[in-house]
């Protein structure tokens, strides 16, 4: 069992993210598997990652990919066993890797036991573990379509989903609710888990006034972030699951922190507050919404990117907390398509500068599955080729409703859909790019035979070992995980630069988010020509910069000043 304190190890770790049922399938049934993921323990342990989180894992009858559990103490059998899940966490902890699970307690499935009783009268002891509505008492919108509030006959009631109606939300101001969870907490970091992610985690206390939320993005219903983000509770209800349990386990906690600013993070993370360690945020996640939201052509300007990242930055430090920093994850496009260039002449360059870019500043950095070769979106070219609820809904509504053409929602969902990331991972030329013998539950992208792990582990100049690189550097470079971050040349559109800054070590980062060559003219922003360089992306780098550096095309270049 863990040690009782927080040591911590957290903050100098890497964390890399498997999508379970994208990984590696070892039975030829088209999912991946939790011994498909044992077998790669080998290939993670190369890159150098401390950390594996695991999306989740338990009985699920996969209307949201495994995010509606239907049993919390069990494995969903496409996935194994909890004997393949003893051997996997038992092999990872033997090669010194730790393992993390994703914890959906937000809603469960309605296939739970809980909701099969909770519907079926006013009663029975599990009615209240779920939260209903005699009428429909406001205009909120599902995240996946129609209305949050779904009507039961048996009943005559509705409850409440703040995701597909499968995903029946959980009521937390019950507190045999909250000390159900715990037991799932406790059973899994009795097993030696070293931590949770914690799925929409500021959404778990909703305002019982209920209020109608305003109507944006061109959706046909109502926000519910108005009454569920950051709720008169959660940070009562976090105190207690603290104290009560995570308090007693040497483990890491990210909370995912829809619709939550930087401000109202240092409550959740902040050092005296007892609650998480850090959260994801999605303020660079929206930066290049529009009217539509999400579903959007348009690119993330690097003067709000930099705002963002530097404004995280300065909060979490105030408030002694920790940054997550992240590119992509299973719900989002794919980092290189999104925030670099994904033509075959920028692919691997601009995959490097992005990775540099993010590993350089303060916080857990979290790589996605196949980032680290530099997979890209999958282009679907059909909706068939879809298999996510968020798309199927997306593509229903803009083509009805909103008025969309078939060809042009496609070409969003195909910039922004979750599925681009949720194709498998691409491990070598072989059929279904060595991911199944089987049929694959979903498309595998067709770059395969060039995008592949087992080409980028034979090859120096991979993005591969590029991120090794960048994972080794923070393991060895006490500055990467301490140092002082300061934002120079903040209005700069092409080049981000900033500097970390320890008692005794300097590191200064530009990195070009353009394919222009720039003629930069460092000595403007720094008074140092001693800088020696530690990490770039071209071979050719000088090795020292004087008052001006050409940067090229994406080139990612981190001195040591000393
Ligand atoms: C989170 C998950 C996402 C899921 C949703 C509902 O945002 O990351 O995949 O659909 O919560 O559980």
């Known amino acids: 069992m863990s040690k009782k304190t927080n040591t911590e190890w957290w903050k100098k770790s890497v964390v890399y993210q498997v999508y379970p049922k994208s990984f590696q399938d070892s039975n030829g049934d088209g999912y991946g598997d939790l011994n498909g993921i044992r077998q790669r323990l080998p290939y993670l342990k190369e890159l150098g990652i401390d950390v594996i989180w ?94 949050t509030w779904e009507y039961v006959p048996e009943v005559g009631q509705y409850y409440l989903h703040l995701f597909a109606k499968e995903q029946p939300d959980l009521n937390w101001d019950n507190p045999k609710v909250r000390q159900e969870v715990y037991d799932i907490l406790r059973f899994w970091l009795d097993k030696g888990i070293d931590g949770f992610r914690m799925d929409v985690i500021t959404l778990i206390s909703k305002d019982p006034a209920y209020p109608d939320g305003p109507v944006i993005q061109n959706k046909a219903y109502g926000s519910y972030y108005a009454g569920c983000a950051t709720g008169p509770h959660v940070h009562e209800y976090l105190q207690e699951m603290n104290r009560e349990v995570l308090s007693k386990y040497d483990i890491m906690t990210v909370g995912e922190a829809p619709h939550t600013s930087a401000d109202q993070a240092m409550d959740y993370t902040g050092a005296d507050r007892g609650e998480l360690n850090m959260v994801f945020h999605f303020d660079h996640m929206h930066l290049d919404y529009d009217e539509n939201g999400k579903y959007a052509r348009n690119r993330v300007k690097l003067t709000d990117l930099k705002k963002v990242f530097t404004e995280w930055d300065e909060k979490m430090r105030a408030c002694g907390g920790w940054n997550s920093l992240y590119w992509s994850n299973h719900d989002q496009a794919r980092a290189v398509t999104r925030f670099g260039d994904e033509s075959p002449e920028y692919r691997v360059i601009s995959a490097k500068m992005l990775g540099t870019a993010l590993h350089m500043l303060q916080g857990t950095p979290y790589i996605y599955e196949g980032e680290e070769i530099g997979m890209t979106n999958a282009f679907f070219d059909k909706i068939e080729d879809y298999r996510d609820v968020e798309a199927l809904d997306i593509f229903k509504d803009f083509t009805g409703r909103k008025g969309f053409s078939a060809k042009d929602t496609l070409e969003l969902l195909r910039l922004k859909s979750r599925d681009n990331s949720r194709t498998p991972m691409q491990w070598s030329t072989e059929k279904n790019a060595g991911f199944t013998d089987g049929e694959p539950w979903i498309a595998v992208n067709e770059n ?94 000088p090795q020292q910069y004087a008052d001006a550096i050409e940067l090229k095309p994406y080139g990612a270049y981190v001195y040591e000043i000393k």
Request: hydrophobic share 35%; net charge negative; proline share 4%.
């Open 448 to 541: 395969y035979k060039t995008i592949n792990a087992e080409a980028a582990v034979k090859d120096p100049e991979s993005v591969f070992f590029y991120y090794k690189k960048l994972v080794q550097l923070r393991h060895e470079m006490p500055v990467i995980t301490d140092g002082v971050y300061k934002l120079l040349d903040a209005d700069n559109e092409k080049v981000y630069t900033y500097l970390r800054k320890s008692e005794d070590e300097t590191l200064l980062v530009i990195c070009n988010f353009t394919k222009e060559t720039i003629d930069y003219p460092v000595g403007d922003f720094v008074n140092a020509d001693q800088g020696t360089l530690l990490i770039s992306n071209y071979d050719d780098a």
């Open 54 to 147: 695991l999306n989740p894992i338990y009985a699920s009858p996969q209307v949201d990919n495994g995010y509606d559990i239907s049993d919390y103490r069990m494995i969903e059998p496409t996935f194994g066993t909890m004997e393949d899940f003893d051997a996997l966490l038992a092999e990872a902890h033997a090669m010194g890797l730790k393992i993390i699970l994703d914890l959906v307690v937000n809603h469960t499935s309605d296939q739970h036991k809980w909701f099969l009783e909770a519907k079926k009268s006013k009663d029975n002891p599990y009615h209240d573990y779920y939260i209903w509505k005699d009428e429909v008492p406001n205009n909120w919108g599902s995240s996946f379509g129609g209305s």
